[in-house]
């Protein structure tokens, strides 16, 4: 799986994390598991033309000791479809800066 990945957090920074995702993108179904929706003018041709399967999002898993930001765009609605797939290059640096700017508004340093 291709991801953004940033490991060796601190107790305290996790729970930062945890705080602000939870706040902002939870409750979780699945433990540690946030779905973060991108925006649509973000979308390729074929994510819009994909209407049923919007909206489209990145996933998120805070970990105790990591925080992975997943570069696959998926659906919530189906579990297969061709307009799932890896972000292309303004979608990823959309994931890496939203990675990065949480953590500069948490203060929290890597």
Known sequence: MRQYRIDELRPADHE???K?????YGP?????LYWIP??????????KAHGDCQP???AVELGQNEVS????IR???RVRCDCM???NGAQRECIIRFADAMFETLKILT
């Open 16 to 18: 930062k994390l945890k």
């Open 20 to 24: 602000h995702l939870d706040e902002y």
């Open 28 to 32: 979780c179904q699945v433990e540690g």
């Open 38 to 47: 991108l925006r649509e003018d973000l979308l390729d041709d074929v994510q």
């Open 56 to 58: 489209f999002c990145f």
């Open 69 to 72: 930001f997943e570069l696959l």
């Open 75 to 77: 659906t919530r609605n």
């Open 85 to 87: 797939r890896y972000a």
